[in-house]
């Protein structure tokens, strides 16, 4: 990695995906300070990069960079788990994201430490806990014990999970987030595959809940958005107002054309899904759910198609747990399978930004946008392969190279 300050630096003759909807071209561009500047004139240094593809700096809309086992984390020294969060953001930034939306684990202190410039990372937009209902997704304590699964450090960094009941301890669960720096509220709506327990169809939370939850978002600025995987939770949460949603796996026409009506937004994450299936044994994965998180994939992507086909606007998020969060941009690479490159791309970069609502200043290419760039050896007009199977050349964040291959 290598550090450097540049006033003006100058990129040409690349192949620029701007995101803006106007199609791949060739373009020579210009970065003043912190921003994309207009036209050319003299800079002090200048990329030659020809052969090569600019895309906005990528965004992933669902993170854990904290969440590094699925069980046990709270045996876990503080200062390991530190430690790999830490690395967990340097190598975001290194495969060219320059904005994640964590969605459970980390706090606003993490924030802090990387504004401070104590740690090389992503901006990054922190959840805080996930809320979840007792025995719902969220409770993975051993099912005859109430001690906590993972009580969280004294000063903050990691805790995963909040068990609340009723509107007013979700309130509460929801003020406590805001407290600690969260920027918006994850919440689990529906069972998922690796809890046991509570059956991926069963919705969670009731409505009551979920409102208040999304009222006291609102009162803070901010939103809610639910883990929901099937129909009826999502439905529940659609009804209480939420306009922001994780995973959509297994739903039905009827439940994707409310999702359009209603102008909401749906996260799909299909990376998750290849690391654990690469190494179940490793990841804790009983062999019993293993035929469930076959059939998940599949029903992912036919969800992901339909969805598409409706015109519902679509974010991207890789969902990656653990220590070794180096597959982010496979979500790109996978979402492109099913629904191409040039809208996979969008995905990551547009619409994400609009979702966490930094839209004005980043997710485009485009004059006065922040200068967070991601650029690959090689025309993804041409082999769109390259996005998510070879590690970019440069990314550069605010005006700044953070890394040059
Ligand atoms: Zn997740």
Redesign the pocket.
């Known amino acids: 990695m290598e550090e450097q300050l540049m006033s003006v630096i100058g990129l040409r003759g690349a192949t620029v995906f701007d995101s803006t909807g106007r199609d791949p071209h060739r373009a020579d561009l210009r970065l003043h300070d912190d921003v994309i500047d207009k036209g050319t004139g003299p800079a002090d240094e200048v990329l030659d990069l020809d052969g090569h593809t600019v895309l906005p700096g990528f965004i992933d809309a ?1 993170a ?1 960079v904290g969440l590094l086992s699925l069980y046990g984390q709270a045996f876990w020294s503080a200062a390991e788990q530190a430690g790999y969060v830490f690395r967990n953001l340097r190598e975001s930034l290194d495969q060219g994201f320059t904005t994640l939306r964590d ?2 684990g980390i706090d606003g202190g993490v924030l802090k430490a990387i504004k401070a410039g104590l740690i090389n990372g992503p901006r990054v937009h922190p959840s805080g806990q996930i809320l979840s209902q007792i025995g719902g997704h969220g409770d993975m304590r051993p099912k005859f014990s109430d001690e906590p699964d993972n009580p969280g450090l004294g000063g903050g960094l990691v805790r995963n999970h909040a068990l609340c009941t009723g509107p007013d301890q979700v309130r509460a669960a929801v003020r406590n987030q805001f407290r600690r720096g969260a920027t918006q509220i994850k919440m689990f709506v529906t069972g998922g595959v690796l809890s046991e327990g509570d059956p991926l169809e069963s919705p969670q939370f009731t409505v009551e809940e979920i409102r208040a939850a999304q009222d006291e978002a609102q009162s803070h600025g901010s939103y809610v958005t639910v ?1 929901a995987h099937t129909d009826t939770g999502l439905l529940r949460a659609l009804e209480a107002g939420v306009r922001s949603f ?1 995973h959509a796996s297994m739903i039905d026409e009827e439940t994707a054309s409310a999702l359009q009506r209603s102008g909401s937004t749906v996260v799909p ?1 299909l990376a998750v899904d290849e690391i654990l299936a690469s190494d179940p044994a490793a990841w804790g994965v009983p062999d019993h759910l293993l035929d469930d998180l076959d059939h998940l994939h599949t029903e992912q992507r036919r969800s992901l198609t339909m969805l598409h086909d409706l015109g519902v606007s679509l974010g991207s998020g890789a ?1 990656l747990i653990g220590t070794e969060q180096r597959t982010r941009a496979r979500q790109i690479y996978l979402m492109a399978k099913e629904i191409g490159l040039a809208n996979a791309i969008e995905s990551a970069t547009r619409v994400n930004a609009e979702l966490l609502r930094i839209s004005d200043r980043v997710g485009t290419i485009e004059p006065g946008k922040l200068a967070d760039l991601v650029i690959y050896e090689g025309d993804a007009a041409e082999d769109p392969e390259i996005i998510g199977t070879r590690p970019p050349k440069y990314v550069i964040q605010s005006g700044r190279i953070i890394r040059r291959l």
Do not use: I, R
């Open positions: 669902h854990h969605l459970g883990h994780e994450t969902d």
